[in-house]
């Protein structure tokens, strides 16, 4: 093989290194925001299913005796 195919592989080889690692590092970021999105939808699910129960709680204490 002459020099100019092994530096042209070289050179290929780099760019591929760099995509590599750009890659890498845009994973990393989505996978953070990932992890805080699944917090803050944890966050809201509790906080949705503590107002439904208080909700409830109040309504069974505004329910008219069994009587009427």
Known sequence: MSDDR????ETKLA????LVASLN????AQQRK???L???YRKLVDRVVEQSEELA?????DAPP???
């Open 25 to 28: 590092q845009i994973v990393s």
């Open 57 to 61: 709680a109040l309504r069974i204490e």
């Open 66 to 68: 069994p009587h009427y």
């Open 6 to 9: 092994f530096l042209d592989i």
């Open 15 to 18: 760019y591929q290194e760099d």
């Open 34 to 36: 990932l992890d805080e």
């Open 38 to 40: 699944e917090a803050a």
